[in-house]
């Protein structure tokens, strides 16, 4: 491929996760993934958990996650458990391979460069073990921030494996 321009310097592949809770709405979920395959460094795995809505995901979303080597799995609650359950349980079954993970809403999208960006970030920074991205509302073009003071409890959910929720 093209060199790397001055400010961009090449990175080494990591093993990142992204874990996606979805219920209904399943068109958002397909620019969602959409959005996954177009990244310059692609998710090794996505984990899809199933909130047991009345849409049922098929082959045809999943297969181009495949086709671009992006190894997939579908949890499919018992019964819906909520964003924040939903997470935790596509979080507790990744493999000890895993670098980095990313827990995106089913209507979130990211930049091209989102991953590799926060693998770079991560890995020239050690000590920072959590980020959270900015996301702009798609139809508004509105930042969805609504406040610059991060969560007090976002780090205690993750680290102890509480089960918890974010609002982008």
Partial sequence: ???PSSNQTRIEPAR???VIPFYNQLYKLRRTLDSLISQDLRPSTVVLVDERGSERLDADMIR????????TQLIVNERNLGPGGSRQAGFASLSD???YVLFLDSDDHVSDRFLSASVRMHRTRPDIIATYGDSVHSDKGESRVKSATPPTNLLDGIVNKRPWGTGA
């Fill in 97 to 99: 391979d895993i670098e």
């Fill in 64 to 71: 181009p996650l495949e086709e671009a080597g992006i190894r």
């Fill in 1 to 3: 491929g093209p060199e």
């Fill in 16 to 18: 990142v996760a992204v």
